[in-house]
């Protein structure tokens, strides 16, 4: 019987597919989730810019402060709703992952009121100029914790075009929200209108799916995901809260313009850094289907995806530098001037960080959350203390190149723990799907 969801067979087959069909098959959905990819970095990219000209260098400093707040309670979301669903089920029977969906999407937009009525409170406390940023994104983060949760969800079905779609929605309706926001003027009336239009994508996501989520079943998830879940959940809040706590500091010793500046150097590595951010999507249920399809596949498979990224970003980066300052002005407006001295440690990072995910969606893949853990706590201390150290010794500059030093290290780390894992996962049954 053929699975509607994944067109895959709900029961195995008694012989294993042809080598051609199933690598077709890979290349499909790889390439679903690059087209995905490219879809979220172009929308992110777009609204970055267009924030960045609109703004000037300070406000656009509170901005990317609400961007990076955002970021932190997207992984936690991640970790505990939408991680384990990529880990356990990828490439399940639909019955299986239809009502983990449920559950684990409803587990997501618990997390999103919640998280969103801390925001509420921390705003209104704070007031100023960053008050209101925050008190926005309190409001639009359901929202925009479910939208990413269908991503998740389509991607662990093998059903890549339809978080394609759902982002394309979310970008179309983008559209009409920035304009209306201009008109304004504001970092609150620029996080409404993106908030706003995640919204729509994610209402959409639940007529794609068929599914609704089920919000009173947040706590049975999270109890019987808590094995993975809670370290997950650290894992990606070190991940997050690291570029945060950079963040606040580097604004705290150099100045929120020099916020400004490091968020506009990493718009000009948007692309990739959109990519890094919402990898999980494709590569953790990915490398999954290969540890249950051909285990001695997972440590080439994770270095070509790792070594590809890395590669990317550095023939990016070389073109950045040749581009001349009439376009980064175009593109930046004031933020160029300053982004601009930050490509090359920023391209290095980023570069860093490609190849230590490579690495990363194989830990996942082999269910090997506590080595996941401590790498994570590793790399998040490399780079709090390059990027604040470097920011007390040179400045905004200082604090580009501590990070890129810090990410290249935390790399080197992530990959001798996938090598250790791979060897103690040599001779161990691959783990069981658990359902519901």
């Known amino acids: 019987m053929t699975d509607p969801m994944t067109g895959e ?18 290349v499909g959905r790889l390439s679903w989730g690059l087209a995905d990819q490219a879809a979220s970095s172009v929308s992110n990219f777009v609204v970055g810019i267009y924030v960045a000209r609109s703004l000037g ?20 979301s991640r970790g505990l709703a939408t991680d384990p669903l990529t880990v356990r089920f990828s490439g399940v029977p639909v019955a299986s992952w239809r009502a983990a969906v449920a559950r684990s999407s409803g587990s997501a937009l618990g997390l999103g009121a919640a998280l969103g009525a801390a925001c509420l409170v921390v705003g209104l406390a704070l007031g100023g100029r960053v008050g209101p940023a925050f008190v926005c994104l309190g409001v639009m983060l359901p929202a925009l914790l479910l939208q990413d949760a269908w991503r998740f969800a389509f991607f662990a079905a093998g059903t890549g075009h339809k978080a394609f779609v759902n982002d394309l929605v979310w970008g179309v309706a983008l559209v009409p929200a920035m304009v209306v926001a201009a008109r304004v003027g504001s970092v609150a009336a620029y996080l409404l209108a993106w908030g706003a239009s995640a919204a729509v994508a994610a209402g959409y996501g639940c007529v794609q799916s068929g599914i609704r989520p089920r919000m009173p079943e947040a706590r049975g ?14 894992e990606n809040v070190a991940l997050s809260g690291a570029s945060q706590l950079r963040a606040y500091g580097l604004g705290a010793i150099v100045g929120v313009g020099s916020v400004g500046a490091v968020r506009g150097a990493e718009l000009l590595l948007g692309p990739f850094l959109a990519v890094l951010m919402g990898l999980s999507l494709v590569t953790v249920p990915e490398a999954a289907r290969v540890l249950r399809r051909a285990p001695h596949r997972l440590g080439a498979f994770c270095l070509l995806l790792g070594g590809g990224q890395a590669a990317a970003a550095l023939l990016w980066g070389a073109a950045l530098l040749l581009m001349p300052d009439r376009l980064g002005e175009l593109a930046l407006g004031g933020v160029w001037h300053s982004a601009s001295r930050l490509i090359v440690p920023v391209t290095l990072s980023v570069a860093g960080a490609g190849l230590g995910t490579g690495a990363a969606a194989g ?27 470097g920011a007390a010794l040179a400045g905004t500059v200082g604090s580009a190149w501590g990070v890129a030093a810090a990410t290249l290290s935390a790399s080197a780390v992530w990959w001798l723990h996938l090598r250790s894992a791979l060897r103690e996962h040599h001779h161990e049954p691959i783990p069981e799907v658990r359902t519901p």
């Open 9 to 26: 067979e709900e029961t195995p087959r008694a012989t294993a597919p042809p080598a051609g069909s199933t690598r077709r098959a890979l």
């Open 57 to 76: 260098l300070a406000a656009f400093g509170v901005f990317s402060l609400a961007w990076v707040t955002y970021g932190v309670l997207l992984n936690v």
């Open 363 to 389: 830990l996942r893949a082999l269910a090997a959350a506590r080595r996941s853990l401590r790498c994570q706590l590793i790399a998040s201390t490399f780079y709090v203390g390059g990027g604040l150290g």
């Open 221 to 234: 998830w999270l109890r019987e995901q808590r094995d993975l879940g809670y370290r997950y959940l650290v």
